[in-house]
Every structure is written in C-alpha cells, then in structure tokens.
C-alpha cells in the first residue's frame, strides 16, 4: 500500500502515514455526524507513531460512550475535521477519509453506533455491523 497522504480544505495542515490502516469503517454516532457535517464518518485508523503532520490543529475533547474522552481535532483556519483521537485506543488516530488525497482505496469493513443512523442511510456491501461500539 502506498503512503497515506491527506489535508484540509485549504492546505494548512497536511498529514502522512507509513502504515496499513489498524481499520477501515464508518461511525453513525451524532458527535461524527455533527464532526463531519454528514450521515456519517467515515474514518482510517492509523497506528499513531506511523502518523507525521505539518500545521497546526485545533482541538475540541468531550467524553465519548466509554466515559473517556475523545479528541476532535480540526483546521482552525478552514474548519475542515481532519482526525479524531479516542483515548479508548491509545495508540491509534482515526483520519477523516474526506481528507484523503486518493481516497480509491477506502474499503470500510464495519459500521458502529447503527443505532443512531439515519433512516434513510442504506449501504451496500459486506461490513460487520453493531449498534454501538465493538467490544
């Protein structure tokens, strides 16, 4: 697989990553529906020492499900969401997949919080599915 290679809207923050993602899939939770400004996220996660960026990020923490926070990091210039980072998985970030350069490749194999989906959201293919979080 090639570098993973990513950025904002306007191109104050750029991001790479040497590694093959730890997971691939879409969060239907309201936080990443209000975080992404769409249905859904859909999110990379990537090992956090593989993980270089140039530029400065905002940061908005609130506790997830878990109880532990989860930190939304964003452009402050643009506003575009760039990763989030949950203290749940210590050693992984997940990069919003919108902020991708080629985003060809983006397979999701799961889905969480299918409990807070929008109705009319229906997907194709084969992913694993849970109301909540896997655990």
């Known amino acids: 697989m ?9 191109g104050a923050v750029r991001y790479s990553a040497n590694s093959r993602p730890v997971f691939v899939g879409l969060c239907h939770c309201r936080d990443c529906q209000k975080f992404s400004g769409a249905a859904f ?37 643009c506003g575009s969401s760039v990763m989030d980072e949950a203290e749940m998985l210590p050693n992984v970030v997940m990069l919003s997949a919108g902020t991708l350069d080629d985003a060809s490749w983006v397979k999701p194999g799961m889905q969480i919080y299918c ?3 929008q109705p009319w959201v229906q997907l194709a293919g084969e992913m694993q599915r849970f109301a909540k979080a896997p655990g």
């Open 2 to 10: 090639p570098e993973i290679k990513g950025g904002c809207l306007c």
């Open 41 to 77: 996220a859909v999110v990379i996660g990537v090992p956090k020492p593989a993980l270089s960026v140039d530029g400065a990020l905002r940061t908005y923490s609130k506790p997830g499900d878990s109880g532990q926070p989860i930190h939304r990091r964003f452009c402050p210039d």
């Open 115 to 117: 409990d807070s989906a």
